[in-house]
C-alpha cells in the first residue's frame, strides 16, 4: 500500500511478456526465414534502424498523447481528420485480410496433417467456419476470453523451442540444409529474397500498445521503453532460433511461406508423427486465438475512429450489454468470408501469401503515418509535458523519423510492385498491387462518405437549434 493506495501491479516483466505473447506472429516465421541465412543479417539489421527508433517514437507518443485511439489519435491530432480516418481504415482492414489469410493456411494444415484431401467447397466451409468462429469469441470481453491467450502463450513459446531445439539437435548431428558460410549470412540483394523483408518489419509492429499501459506502472517513463525495446530483442531472438530451425531442415529455394513450418518439422524428426501431429494442432490454435487477441485492439480503434466520425456508423456499433464493438466485428467477417470465397479465383498459386501480403502492406502504410505525425507533433506542439522523450538533438530526430519511414516505403514497394518483370514474379506480385489498389480506392471513398454524412448531420443539428 502506497499513501492508502494499492500499489500498482503491472510490472516491467508483465509488459515485456504481453507484448511477446501477444505480437509474436508464429505463422510469419517461414515467410522471413524465406528470405534464407542472410535474414540473420537483416534482422540485426532492422533490429537498429527501425525498431529501436520505433519503440522510442512509440514510447513518447503513447505516454504523451493518452488516449484509447492510440495510432488514430496521434495522426488525427498532426494531420487533422481526413487523415486520422484513411489511417483507421488501413489500420482495420488489414484485420480481415489477415483473417482471410490464416482461413487458408489453417485448412491447408488441417488438410496435411489429417490427411483429409479437401475438396475445394469444404475447404472453402472450413475456411469460413474458422472467419465466423474467430469473428464470435473476438467479440466477447477480454475476461472472457483471457484464457484463449493465455494457451496461445505457452502454445507459441513450445512451438518455437521446439524448433529450435530440434534444429540445434540435427545440425549437430546430421548437418544444414542451408549453407552458413560468412558470405551467405550477408545480404543477398536479389528480389525474391528481399520482397520479405517486410515480413520482419510486421513482426516488430504493435509494441506502441504497451503505452497503452501507462495508468497500471509504477514508473511508466522509465518502464514503457524499457518494455518496448526489451519485448522487441526478445520477439527477434524468438524469431532468429525459430528460423534457424527451418534453414537447418528445408533449403530456402524449397520453402514454402504457407507450409514452412509444418514441413521443417517432418524433416527435422524425420516422418509425420505424434509429435508433428500435436505441434500443427497447436498451431491450428494459434492461428485462430492470434485473431480473437488482435480483434480487441483493432475492433476498439475501428469503434473509436466511427464515434469520431471519420469511419461510417456501422463500424461504432456496440453490444448494449457489454459494450463490445460488435459492428467492427461482423464487418471483418463479412470482408474475410468474401475474400476466402473469391479466393480461388486469384491467379497466385500461393493464395495464403498473397492475402499475408497484402495484410501486411496495409499494416506498413497505417504506420507510415506514424512518423511524420511524431516530428509534425514535436513541432507544432512543443510545450506539451512528454513523460518520456526520444533523446537527440534536431539531426537525430529527424534520422529516428525518417530512416524507418524510408524502409517502411522500400519494403512496400518491394513487396507490392514486379520489379523484374519476370513470369513469376508478375503472377505472384500483380494480385497483391492491384489488392492495395482497391483497397485504398474503397477506403477513400468510406472515408469521404463519413466525413460528408458527418457534415451533413452537423448543418442539420445546427438549423434544428437555430430554428428553435
Known sequence: MENGKPKKKFRLFDAVLMSV??????????????????????????????????????????????????????????????????????????????????AVLFAQVADTIFGIHMNLWVSMIVQLLFVWVVVILGNKPVSESKWIMNLAAFAKIFTIAALAVLGIYVAVTKGVANSFAPKNLLPQMNINGLSNLSVIIFNFLGFEVVATMADDMDNPKKQIPQAIVYGGILIAF???????????????????????????????????????????????????????????????????????????????????????????????????????IVSPFIPNKDIFWAFFSLNVVALLMSYMMMFPAFLKLRHSDPDRERPFKVPGGPVMIQLMTWVPEILLIATVIMTAFPLNGSAEEMSSKMPILIGTIITLIIGEIVVRYAEHKNKVQSEHANKKESSL
Do not use: C
Open 21 to 102: 505473447v501477444v505480437i509474436m506472429v508464429v505463422e510469419s516465421v517461414a515467410p522471413a526465414a524465406a528470405i534464407g541465412t542472410s535474414q540473420f543479417f537483416w534482422w540485426i539489421f532492422l533490429l537498429i534502424l527501425f525498431f529501436v527508433p520505433y519503440g522510442l517514437i512509440s514510447s513518447e507518443l503513447g505516454t504523451t498523447y493518452v488516449g484509447e485511439g492510440g495510432l488514430y489519435d496521434w495522426v488525427k491530432q498532426a494531420f487533422g481528420s481526413r487523415w486520422g480516418g484513411r489511417l483507421a481504415w488501413v489500420y482495420w482492414i488489414n484485420y480481415p485480410i489477415w483473417m482471410a489469410s490464416l
Open 238 to 340: 524468438f524469431y532468429v532460433i525459430a528460423a534457424f530451425g527451418m534453414s537447418v531442415a528445408v533449403p530456402t529455394d524449397k520453402l514454402s511461406a504457407s507450409s514452412g513450418l509444418i514441413d521443417s518439422f517432418v524433416l527435422l524428426v524425420g516422418h509425420m508423427n505424434w509429435f508433428v501431429v500435436l505441434v500443427a494442432i497447436m498451431f491450428l490454435y494459434i492461428l485462430a486465438s492470434e485473431m480473437v487477441s488482435w480483434a480487441l485492439g483493432v475492433n476498439y480503434v475501428a469503434d473509436y475512429a466511427a464515434k469520431d466520425h471519420v469511419l461510417p456508423n456501422v463500424f461504432g456499433i456496440e453490444d448494449k450489454k457489454n459494450k463490445m464493438p460488435v459492428g467492427t466485428g461482423y464487418l471483418n467477417a463479412v470482408v474475410a468470408s468474401i475474400l476466402v
